[in-house]
């Protein structure tokens, strides 16, 4: 989230798009009520299916699943066309005046530097003009064709409502209604918040999804302000933590990169992450790369990384794909992995195909599985028939169970959506032999470690130099991994500003701030963006002082929210260029003369004079402003273009040649796999229900009770066309499998009419399989197709085809 979740009350539109808060996302949705009771804001749903979510809307409508891109392109045509778009900002805080460079271009689909055998771009077209000095190249009167407004109107003038309405299939007057209550936010006045999840993200193009809000929510002035954003609502409890923490493989924790092979020193490394600004006066966090790096390594290495050998830079693997989860079991799969550790994850459950999951699964020579439960993933070898359609007698993988406690039987931190770091004390004991991942994780490194002693081995020095100095080596505690993450000094620190003064930090005294972090080795910190979280002041993430002083959802004395205690990020975007508030009600920060003040933490240096330096809003980019086009950064193009779902019942209604993302994640076997409209004529999704967590709450009684069986969602035409009855039990198939269930005819489902065509959409919930409380059930993964984003690598599970069947009465 680029707000958080108190914030969402100063909406004044709420748009929930590829997401049911009302049922994934319960506890936060409480403050979209508040929004709307509190604030008169009005909610706008769009979604394939009438959810809990739309059932308290202002305006709901319906699309079909993985067309997102053409109604959000429909948006942007909508505000540019009828200049509902608030310009001051616009001019100041994007890139709309700068000049992309000739050679630049996009035709029947594709951009500028397309290549059909590699299924990539060479990106380099995709980007500014820029002058001698290196400085990016503008326009501020955007009379400049190439400049992007310019470029970005032509390329959206395709996105009429009468196109939305053939490829969404929203019928074009509702669609224009929600362009109208949206372009109420264009004045400053008012302002639009999104809220999305999976419904945009498990697509071979999601990422492309996010990238249209991010425009329209340019155009309209609404980031870095009270109850705007981008509000991505995130899944499990902590898992934005995760994605702090480096969830990609190819990524160290606070988003830095993983070198991979080519950078052979550490020097090299450095200088392709250095930060270039490309405008005058640009500052960035990212001017510190260096000192946050090399404090990263002084975590990791301690004593042993030295200047010398370069903080240890050698020791950290190179890595030059990321190994993300379609990678990861495709190499399982081609029989090129041979043990996977399996850490608080279903992957048989949640990851797309399951017969190839199985496949993999069964070319393992060890599988170790962490969990408090047991797991279909621990138990894929047995047979349950069609449900688990195993073979025992030629599976050797040897398994190993190794219980793990849950979060209420630890202390520790969760990272909530809205990048509050809480800290949460231990409820329990663990049962049984079960104990905390972290001391696991310790026990095997120690034992590693002491292998690597006694044998030597091929290069023993990542594991040997590690510090692992904590008071107890088998059970390091959560308080010692926060302060390590937190960093400290490891010298005395000089006052920068006058070295005759006492020292900053005495050596071994924690940090305060990402800012005081050095270069030289004399300070560490496992992950920058946290450096705040846990000072000597104490544990920042333990604060529970609920005061909002200014009444706007700020709390600053509640946890800690990442960087810097910043609750609205680009929160500088709130005020004009001169420092003024654009509107007194959305005031967030404004420049009083010698410094930035208000209700939150300033997004950039307090001190910078907006009168005497033109410093953007949005520091994180070298251009300082945000990106209604993205030079080379997105894979698939600087605009989002629609592309159809790989499995999709109609032609691509925009372009004839390109059918699907050129560039998504795919492999071979699996194009194999896609099924047609012909033999799978109707569009399937996958999605939750508030009744239960994945594939955990099926253990729990209770939740069993409420929701017992599996079932499908279907329309009632398509029941009528089928001669399906609610209640019946029937056969869904897709190109790769088929599950059989209960099935639930629903006014919720309608059939949406695309291009003259009435395509109809069955619901598949995802929370059962063969092991807990609730009846035993087929999975939706036995049907999902194995392709995924191109940035990201999520799977497609919301948009595949599938055929139905009556098989016959309930069961
Ligand atoms: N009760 C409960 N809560 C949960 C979870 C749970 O299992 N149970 N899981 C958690 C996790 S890990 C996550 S990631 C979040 C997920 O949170 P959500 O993304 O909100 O959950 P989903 O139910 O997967 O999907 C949301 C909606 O997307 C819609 N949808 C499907 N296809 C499309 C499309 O192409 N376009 C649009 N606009 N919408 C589409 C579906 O109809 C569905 O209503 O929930 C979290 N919260
Ligand atoms: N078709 C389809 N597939 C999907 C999705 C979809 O919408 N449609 N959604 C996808 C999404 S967003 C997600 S997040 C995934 C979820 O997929 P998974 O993460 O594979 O599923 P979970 O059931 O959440 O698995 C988490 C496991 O962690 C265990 N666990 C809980 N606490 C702890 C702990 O403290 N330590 C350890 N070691 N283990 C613990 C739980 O018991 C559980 O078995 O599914 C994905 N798959
Ligand atoms: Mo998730």
Redesign the pocket.
């Known amino acids: 989230m680029t707000n958080g979740w108190n914030d969402i009350k100063n909406a004044d539109v709420v748009l929930v ?5 009302a ?4 506890c936060g949705f409480k403050w979209v009520t508040e929004a709307k009771s509190g604030n008169g804001a009005k909610l706008i749903v ?4 009438f ?1 809990r ?1 739309a059932a308290v809307s202002d305006l709901y409508a319906p ?6 891109i053409a ?1 959000l392109g429909g948006i942007i045509h909508y505000l540019l066309s009828n200049e509902k778009i608030f310009k001051d900002y616009v001019l100041a805080y994007t890139n709309a005046a700068f000049i992309v460079k000739e050679g630049f271009g996009f035709e029947d689909g594709l951009f500028s530097g397309y290549n059909a055998e590699k299924r990539d771009y060479d990106r380099s077209s995709w980007d500014y003009e820029y002058d001698e000095a290196g400085q990016a190249k503008l326009d501020p009167t955007l009379e400049n064709p190439r400049c992007v407004f310019n470029l970005l109107k032509v390329h959206y003038s395709r996105y009429t409502a009468e196109m939305v309405e053939k490829t969404c299939g929203t019928p074009k007057d509702l669609f224009l209604k929600v362009c109208e209550l949206i372009a109420t936010t264009a004045t400053g006045a008012k302002t639009l918040t999104s809220l ?8 071979s193009k999601g990422s492309q ?1 996010i990238r249209n809000i991010a425009i329209i929510q340019l155009l309209l002035g609404n980031m870095g302000v009270p109850g705007g954003g981008i509000n991505a ?4 409890s902590n ?1 934005q933590g995760i994605t702090d923490f480096g969830l990609f493989s190819n990524s160290v924790p606070g988003y830095l990169a993983m070198p991979n092979s080519k950078e052979t020193t550490l020097e090299e490394y450095l200088k392709t992450r250095a930060f270039k600004p490309i405008r005058p006066d640009q500052m960035s966090f990212l001017q510190n790369y260096r000192k946050f790096f090399v404090s990263f390594l002084k975590a990791m290495y301690g004593k042993n990384a030295t200047a010398e050998n370069q903080f240890g830079f050698d020791w950290l693997p190179k890595v030059d794909v990321n190994l993300d989860t379609l990678r990861q079991f495709e190499l399982m799969f081609q029989g090129k992995m041979n043990g996977f550790i399996c850490q608080g994850f279903n992957p048989l459950m949640s990851v797309p195909n399951r017969k190839k999951l199985i496949a993999g699964l069964s070319k393992l020579k060890y599988l170790v599985v962490m969990d408090p439960l047991h797991t279909e993933t621990a138990h894929f070898f047995e047979n349950h028939g069609e449900m688990n359609d195993a073979d025992p007698a030629k599976i050797a993988t040897e398994v190993f169970l190794l219980p793990t406690n849950c979060f209420a039987e630890e202390e520790g931190t969760f990272t909530n959506s809205g990048r509050v770091i809480q800290w949460h004390w231990k409820a329990a004991e663990p049962p049984g032999q079960a104990r905390t991942d972290i001391q696991i994780m310790a026990d095997l490194f120690l034992r590693l470690k002491a292998l690597y002693a006694k044998e030597g081995g091929k290069f023993p020095d990542p594991i040997m130099n590690v510090d692992w100095s904590y008071r107890n080596p088998a059970k390091p505690t959560a308080d010692e991994l926060l302060r390590e993450i937190n960093g400290r000094a490891l010298a005395d620190l000089p006052d920068p500003a006058d070295a005759t003064k006492p020292p900053i930090k005495k050596a071994g005294e924690l940090m305060d701030i990402f800012a005081q972090l050095k270069d030289d080795g004399t300070t560490s910190c496992a992950n920058w963006i946290y450096s705040g979280c846990y000072t000597e002041k104490g544990n920042m993430t333990a604060r529970r002082d609920p005061s909002d002083p200014s009444g706007k959802g700020i709390h600053p004395n509640w946890g800690y929210a990442w960087p810097a205690n910043r609750r609205i990020l680009y929160n500088r975007a709130s005020a004009d260029p001169s420092g003024k508030a654009w509107n007194a009600k959305k005031k967030v920060i404004e420049w009083n003369g010698s410094r930035w003040a208000g209700i939150d933490v300033p997004d950039f240096g307090p001190l910078i004079d907006p009168t005497q330096k033109a410093t953007g809003p949005f520091i994180m980019n070298p251009e300082g402003v945000g990106r209604l086009f993205t030079r080379g950064m997105m894979r698939e193009g600087p605009f989002p273009e629609h592309y159809e779902p790989f499995e999709s019942p109609v032609a691509n209604p925009f372009h004839t040649k390109v059918q699907s993302n050129p560039v998504a994640r795919v492999f071979k076997g699996d194009l194999e796999v896609f099924g047609k409209s012909e033999d799978f004529p109707y569009v399937a ?10 594939y955990w ?1 099926k253990h729990a009684k209770m939740n069993a009770v409420l929701q017992p069986e599996l079932f499908v969602e279907i329309g009632e035409q398509l029941a009528k066309d089928k001669g399906i009855a609610s209640g019946d039990m029937v056969e869904v198939s897709s190109n790769r499998g088929r599950i059989k269930a209960k099935a639930v005819v629903t006014k919720r489902i309608r059939p949406l009419v695309c291009d003259g065509k009435p395509v109809h959409i069955v ?1 598949i919930p ?2 059962w399989g063969f092991i807990g409380a609730t009846k035993k059930g087929f999975g939706a993964n036995q049907l999902t197709p194995y392709v995924g984003d191109a940035n990201t690598e999520t799977p497609e ?3 595949f085809l599938v055929n139905i069947k009556r098989i016959g009465p309930a069961a």
């Open positions: 798009m590829g997401g049911n808060a049922e994934a996302h319960t769009v979604d394939p299916r959810t979510t699309l079909r699943p993985g067309s997102d109604f999305y999840a999976l419904g945009w993200t498990q697509h999804n609502l995130r899944g499990h898992v999704t996958t999605y939750r229900l508030v009744e239960h967590f994945h709450t619901g995802i929370h599970y919301k948009a």
